[in-house]
């Protein structure tokens, strides 16, 4: 059975800086793209920022110049540095990670880790 598992999250204050990890427990075959999205209250979850494997990356708008996402592929971990963060990132963050085997996809989820940051 596979498990993401994401720690990181927390309170900060505006300005301020949170890393989040984002683990695979168990055997996920062909693991193409790992990113993080987020959702606040009222809102639909967004794609924040994710990697391929090749290491290309992508970020939603808001975020560019702020956040950095990392993996490594040995480990199948993938990471989120937040930097600059303002009271609007405050959101329940989600690690994803998706398998391609051929034409086909699956979407893992983590369970989701808080951010709050305050004015």
């Known amino acids: 059975q596979v498990q993401l598992v994401e720690s990181g999250g927390g309170l900060v204050q505006a300005g301020g800086s949170l890393r989040l990890s984002c683990a695979v427990l168990?055997?996920?075959?062909?693991?193409?793209?790992m990113g993080w999205y987020r959702q606040a209250p009222g809102k639909q979850r967004e794609l924040i920022a994710d990697?391929?494997?090749?290491?290309?990356?992508n970020y939603a708008d808001s975020v560019k110049g702020r956040f950095t996402i990392s993996r490594d592929n040995a480990k199948n971990t993938v990471s989120l540095q937040m930097n600059s963060l303002k009271p609007e990132d405050t959101a329940v963050y989600y690690c994803?990670?998706?398998?391609?085997?051929?034409?086909?996809?699956?979407?893992?989820w983590g369970p989701g880790t808080q951010v709050t940051v305050s004015s």
């Open positions: 994803n990670v998706r398998s391609k085997i051929i034409i086909s996809y699956r979407d893992y």
């Open positions: 990697i391929n494997s090749g290491g290309n990356t």
């Open positions: 168990g055997r996920i075959s062909s693991i193409d793209v």
